[in-house]
Antibody, heavy 121, light 113 residues
Framework: QLQLQESGPGLVKTSETLSLACTVS??????????WGWIRQSPGKGLEWLAT???????YRSPSLGNRVTISGDVSKNQVSLSLSSVTASDTAVYFC?????????????WGQGTRVTVSS | DIVMTQSPESLAVSLGERATINCKSS????????????LSWYQQKPGQPPKLIIY???TRESGVPDRFSGSGSGTDFTLTISNLQAEDVAVYYC?????????FGQGTKVEIK
């Protein structure tokens, strides 16, 4: 069955770039009509959607993060990656990757376990 | 962005009783093309990711017990847990997927009285 597993550094320094990977097993990130998103959860901001990539390569990003956030897919590794630049303490959160239910809506029917990231100087 | 507001922040319910959670959106999430409300509910237990339990405001995800039900339309929605069980202790979130960015409510914590 389809499973998602996030990975990345637990600690990132202020002003640096956070890089995370989501490894998909039991399916391909390029399966027709598949879409993959990143969502984070922090005590201060709750659940916050960050970005989504479609199987076709189309990308959506959170307007509030703008150019700080990048999402990409690596078919050879079957991974979806997220980068967040110029991080501050407010980026401290648990980061989840999630599968969209269908390509036509931003509804998430499968989530990874999440990876905790702390931003500190 | 569409703001999702849940109430109450927490509630304690006796086993076997009913829990009711409300969610209000800052604008309608009813999609006129298919007359569906783009509103979902998630359940999150400690140390676990959110789990989708309801979508289109009232459709239960596969495998979700029928004691969970969703209702409402437009801007006002309700998640009802009938016959509350110990395993239902969790935080529940509503989410709108009518517009980008998708946004979540702040969560409602359900405990046993």
């Amino acid at each position: 069955q389809l499973q998602l597993q996030e990975s990345g550094p637990g600690l990132v320094k202020t002003s640096e770039t956070l890089s995370l990977a989501c490894t998909v097993s039991g399916g391909s990130i390029r399966d027709h009509n598949s879409c993959w998103g990143w969502i984070r959860q922090s005590p201060g901001k709750g659940l916050e959607w960050l970005a989504t990539i479609y199987y076709s390569g189309i990308i959506y990003r959170s307007p509030s993060l703008g150019n700080r956030v990048t999402i990409s897919g690596d078919v050879s590794k079957n991974q979806v990656s997220l980068s967040l630049s110029s991080v501050t303490a407010s980026d401290t959160a648990v980061y989840f990757c999630a599968k969209h239910q269908t390509y036509s809506n931003f509804l998430f029917d499968l989530w990874g376990q999440g990876t905790r990231v702390t931003v500190s100087s | 962005d569409i703001v999702m507001t849940q109430s109450p922040e927490s509630l304690a319910v006796s086993l076997g009783e009913r829990a009711t959670i409300n969610c209000k959106s800052s604008q309608s999430v009813l999609y006129s093309a298919n007359n569906e409300n783009n509103l979902s509910w998630y359940q999150q237990k400690p140390g676990q990711p959110p789990k989708l339990i309801i979508y289109w405001a009232s459709t239960r995800e596969s495998g979700v017990p029928d004691r969970f039900s969703g209702s409402g339309s437009g801007t006002d929605f309700t998640l009802t847990i009938s016959n509350l069980q110990a395993e239902d202790v969790a935080v529940y979130y509503c989410q709108q997927y009518y517009d980008i960015p998708p946004t979540f409510g702040q969560g409602t914590k359900v405990e046993i009285k």
